[in-house]
C-alpha cells in the first residue's frame, strides 16, 4: 500500500507560481515511477508530468519549459514546481505512484486545486 498527500495548491495569477508537493508514505526507491496529473471539470484526468525512480522526466507538450518536476528521496516527497501558469491549467492536481512489484498498482492522492485567474 502506498499512501500520497498532495498539498500546495491555491488561487493565483496568470503568470504566477505554485509549488505542489505530494508526501508518499515510503521509500520513493521502492516506487517505479511518480506522477503528476489534473482533471478540469468537464475534461478527462491528463498526465502532467512524470518521474521514474531513476530520476528520468517526462512532461505533457501542454507544460514542457513552464513545470519541474522532481522528488527528494530523503524526504519521500514529490514536487511539481509550476511557473508561468495560464488560466487553461486551472485543474484539480493529483498525486500518482506507480508500483510493478510484486503486483502492478496505481495509487492516488485525494488531490490539491489550483486556480489561475485571468
Do not use: H
Request: proline residues 3%; aromatic residues 8%; glycine residues 10%.
Amino acid at each position: 500500500q502506498v499512501q500520497l498527500v498532495e498539498s500546495g495548491g491555491g488561487l493565483v495569477q496568470a503568470g504566477g507560481s505554485l509549488r505542489l508537493s505530494c508526501v508518499v508514505s515510503r521509500s520513493i526507491f521502492s516506487i517505479n515511477v511518480m506522477g503528476w496529473y489534473r482533471q478540469a471539470p468537464g475534461k478527462q484526468r491528463e498526465l502532467v508530468a512524470t518521474i521514474t525512480s531513476g530520476g528520468i522526466t517526462n512532461y505533457a507538450d501542454s507544460v514542457k519549459g513552464r513545470f519541474t518536476i522532481s522528488a527528494d528521496n530523503v524526504k519521500n516527497t514529490v514536487y511539481l514546481q509550476m511557473n508561468s501558469l495560464k488560466p487553461e491549467d486551472t485543474a484539480v492536481y493529483y498525486c500518482n505512484a506507480l508500483v510493478t512489484r510484486p503486483t502492478i498498482d496505481r495509487y492516488w492522492g485525494q488531490g490539491t486545486q489550483v486556480t489561475v485567474s485571468s
